[in-house]
């Protein structure tokens, strides 16, 4: 019978929950969720000057808000440090590491040397078999791993294949600090062990890594978890991800109105592919994940993709479900509070009404607020520059007989409207376009906006016979 898969996701919580991040926990969950397992979430807080409870909540929160669940308890890497100094201890005893008393000036020495030798390996392993009865007095020494001087680490990587790194090459990793405190590499290969990881699935950027910890797995005796090494995420252009890019956290997508499900399946198509679809559900992304999808290629990130994707996702989604997006997005875009203010039961009737219209057009939500703006617009509404210049005398009174024409209509529905507006416009011999634009500018106060018979049934009889009062001929 084989083990239950365990993944893990483990970042650091020095900022936010980064695009690339967010990928490497979707990666970690599909996986685990395919197979019946595990995912459990560790909070790498080794680095005590750099993370904070901000970026922990802001990760959770961000994992929260994409639907990546986790199993148990959150884990905090820095609890656990003194079974770390207990492994390290007992390396320490078997022989398979030594105590450095190697002062700061000579190591800055010896990698200088290295570099200018053109060696990868930096430290010489001055005291690898020396005896620490000749350390200098009062020196606290490190712990250093007695990595092998010969052969090769291998990692049979399932993205990346089989890497090879020779060990003449690798240093003595430093497994204790002076101060007793444990470095990354000897936590996560601890707490990896300790929490039954089999898949460690994780950026390309940690291969080097997984080479040294193989070292340390193999002389602890223990079993190496499977490996999987995923290309990072570059620009449209190929460089390295940058803010431009959209190397944010999750919280800026979410603020620039993007749906969770879909910034979700934009990023599992980030590097992994099954055929030609685009477009999965949550199942059939659980059910078609595998490690072998995954390209070794840096996956170019495309805003546009991203966009017709949320739109795709906008236009599928129910209207009610919308509106309660609406009113989450407004606690993260400036000045939401104050549209947030004026949501009330007759503004989200009339934002529910006018959904259908609107999630036609928006790409995001931060579209569908601009979009719907027409229904918070204080009287008399601001009129946009463009728009002014429409309102003039010849339109103003048009305004006025349209209203007076509106009047009349009951009950009040876009249909009725449309009918009468239409019937205006054959006995005055004008086209339809000529009778829309006064009432679009009079109503909206723009020259674009949703379908101007929906924006008469939205806004209601009351609403808009005031606002075409407001912009007529007196």
Not at 118 to 128: A, C, H, K, N, V
Not at 344 to 371: C, F, V, W
Request: glycine share 8%.
């Amino acid at each position: 019978m084989t083990d239950p898969v365990i993944t893990r996701f483990a970042p650091s919580p020095t900022g936010f929950l980064h695009i690339g991040g967010a990928r490497t926990a979707l990666f970690n969950w599909l996986y685990a969720r395919k197979h019946g397992g595990k995912m459990l979430l560790r909070i790498e807080d080794t680095d005590r000057q750099r993370s904070t409870k901000e970026a922990i909540d802001a990760i959770l929160d961000g994992l929260k808000w994409l639907g990546l669940d986790w199993d148990g308890d959150v884990i905090h890497q820095f609890s656990r440090a003194e079974r770390h100094r207990e492994v390290a201890e007992s390396l320490l005893a078997s022989g398979k590491a030594y105590r450095c008393y190697a002062t700061s000036e000579e190591l800055t020495a010896m990698r200088e040397k290295a570099r200018a030798e053109g060696r990868t390996r930096l430290y010489d392993g001055m005291w690898r078999d020396r005896d620490p009865s000749e350390a200098p007095a009062g020196m606290k020494p490190t712990i250093r791993l007695k990595a092998p001087q010969t052969g090769e680490t291998v990692i049979e990587d399932q993205v990346q294949g089989r890497v090879v790194w020779q060990n003449e090459n690798l240093d003595d990793l430093v497994l204790l600090r002076g101060d007793g405190t444990p470095t990354y590499m000897l936590a996560v290969v601890v707490d990896d062990h300790d929490m039954a990881v089999t898949h460690i699935i994780r950026g390309d950027d940690h291969l080097i890594n997984g080479a040294r910890q193989k070292q340390i797995y193999e002389a602890l005796g223990w079993n190496v978890p499977n490996m999987s090494h995923i290309p990072l995420i570059h620009g449209p252009d190929g460089s390295k991800l940058s803010k431009r890019h959209g190397a944010l956290g999750v919280d800026a997508y979410r603020a620039m109105g993007y749906l969770p499900v879909a910034l979700r399946n934009y990023l599992v198509r980030l590097g992994w592919s099954h055929g030609d679809q685009e477009i999965f559900s949550t199942e059939e992304m659980i059910d078609a994940f595998d490690l072998s999808g995954i390209g070794r290629s840096a996956a170019r990130f495309d805003f546009a993709k991203l966009e017709n994707l949320n739109g795709h996702y906008i236009r599928q989604a129910d209207n009610q479900s919308l509106v309660t997006m609406f009113e989450d997005v407004l606690n993260y875009v400036p000045n939401g509070s104050n549209l947030k203010e004026k949501l009330n039961d007759t503004t989200r009737a009339q934002l529910l009404r006018a959904m259908p219209g609107l999630k036609e057009r928006a790409k995001t939500l931060i579209e569908l607020i601009d979009s719907s703006y027409f229904i918070f617009a204080d009287r008399p509404i601001e009129i946009e520059p463009k728009a002014a210049a429409l309102l003039t005398a010849e339109s103003r009174e048009l305004i006025g007989r349209l209203r007076a024409a509106l009047e009349a209509v009951t009950p009040w529905t876009a249909t009725a409207t449309e009918s009468a507006m239409r019937s205006f416009a054959e006995a005055n011999s004008l086209k339809l376009g000529a009778v829309a634009q006064p009432l679009r500018v009079a109503l909206t106060g723009r020259t674009t906006s949703p379908g101007i018979f929906e924006v008469l049934g939205v806004l209601g009889r009351d609403e808009c016979l005031a606002r075409l009062g407001d912009q007529a001929a007196t």
